[in-house]
């Protein structure tokens, strides 16, 4: 097997070493949530003897490429391999042997990240439909019993994986979160949280235009005059102080909640 002269620096390094771009790093080249983790993720079968690791250590995303979206490549490193059975299914219509099946991708990205990351990442599939909602039942049967329970906290509404992770930790800390809530004039807000409070997740790590900027300014504004402050998070926020972040919203939700049950008292008085 030899990978074309035009091939990627990720694909040249996964057949080098004698394997295929698998988990996470596959799941990226279709748009899909990966996580957070650079290095590059193979799949490399069973029965493989002699992988040629060292060999592939040193390439990877040339510092001259700048990180967006779109650039997906890798970090220089030794890749993280993920043995795969012998039998291990592709999907029969796949033809890159260079590269596995967005479904094997997905599962063993599940396994590969914490189930938060998880989570965002098969919402991320059904978003980008790269999976369907039938195959999560044939995703689920293969994977383990402790991971059953993620199916109840998925959500393909959510925009982005950062998103997805903010939902799930909202959630799981016991707010109450819908996504997508409509602001009149303006775009959804990612998520309500206690019905009073906005949270919109800037998931634009690397570039942010003039018009988005003021798009966004406006979307704050809106918000608050129709009565819902609104929280605009970055990435950082989420994956780095995530404490004092979750400390300033549950102070903003409860700040808005006793505002509305005062109102309510206060019209219950007036009225009564
Ligand atoms: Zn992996």
Request: aromatic fraction near 6%.
């Amino acid at each position: 097997m030899y990978a074309l002269p035009e091939a990627d620096i990720d694909q040249r390094r996964a057949v080098l070493a004698g394997g295929r771009v698998g988990c996470v790093s596959a799941l990226r080249r279709v748009g899909v949530w990966g996580g957070l983790d650079r290095a590059l993720h193979i799949h490399v079968p069973a029965s493989a003897s002699r992988l040629h690791l060292d060999e592939i250590a040193a390439l990877g995303r040339s510092a001259e490429i700048r990180r967006t979206d779109k650039a997906f490549w890798a970090e220089p490193g030794r890749p993280r391999v993920h043995w795969q059975r012998a039998n291990a299914p592709t999907a029969r219509s796949w033809a890159y042997d260079w590269l596995v099946d967005p479904m094997s991708a997905l599962r063993q990205a599940v396994l590969c990240l914490d189930d938060e990351h998880a989570i965002a990442a098969i919402d991320s599939a059904l978003r980008k439909k790269v999976v369907r909602d039938h195959d999560l039942e044939s995703l689920f049967t293969s994977l383990p019993r402790r991971l059953q329970r993620m199916r109840l906290e998925l959500d393909p509404a959510a925009d982005s994986g950062p998103e997805s992770i903010v939902r799930v930790r909202m959630r799981r800390a016991g707010f109450e979160v819908e996504p997508q809530a409509s602001i009149p004039g303006s775009s959804d807000l990612d998520l309500l949280i206690n019905g009073v409070v906005g949270l919109d997740i800037d998931s634009r790590a690397w570039h942010t235009g003039e018009e988005q900027t003021s798009w966004d300014y406006g979307k704050t504004l809106q918000s608050f005059a129709f009565g819902r402050p609104t929280l605009r998070i970055l990435p950082h926020h989420i994956f780095d102080l995530w404490p004092s972040t979750l400390a300033a919203i549950s102070r903003v939700v409860s700040d808005a909640e006793e505002l509305h049950r005062l109102r309510r008292m206060n019209r219950n008085r007036s009225t009564g």
